[in-house]
Nanobody, 128 residues
């Protein structure tokens, strides 16, 4: 079993930044793929970013809509995966979910079906 706890959401103006955190517990931290997804009101949950924790260069993936603005990273000591979000837009408003999978592949898994464990979500609201 893996437990995921997200934090860091909030209200920010367009153009601002937020950093989301996802603390991973219950399984070897390095043996996971961790992804971020988001779900806006009335829309389906969509892929945002993912990383293979034991990564080397290139072991990350991003949705086209966030490339160049969002960065996924990890802190081994804290067993935490971060999503740094810069240049935020109103269309980034959503509940953001962290997810984990014991499977690893390159490029990292970018579909919901590929993840076994999910956090509770954290709300991000970007005002115009």
């Amino acid at each position: 079993q893996v437990q995921l706890v997200e934090s860091g959401g909030g209200l920010v103006q367009a153009g601002g930044s937020l950093r989301l955190s996802c603390v991973v517990s219950g399984r070897s931290f390095g043996g996971n793929t961790v992804g971020w997804f988001r779900q806006a009101p009335g829309k389906e949950r969509e892929f945002v970013a993912a990383a293979v924790i034991n990564w080397t260069a290139g072991s990350t993936a991003y949705a086209d809509s966030v490339k160049g603005r969002f960065t996924i990273s990890r802190d081994y000591a804290k067993k935490t995966v971060y999503l740094q979000m810069n240049s935020l837009k109103p269309e980034d408003t959503a509940v953001y979910y962290c997810a984990a999978s014991p499977r690893t592949q390159y490029p990292p898994i970018a579909t919901m079906a590929g993840y076994d464990y999910w956090g509770q979500g954290t709300q991000v609201t970007v005002s115009s």
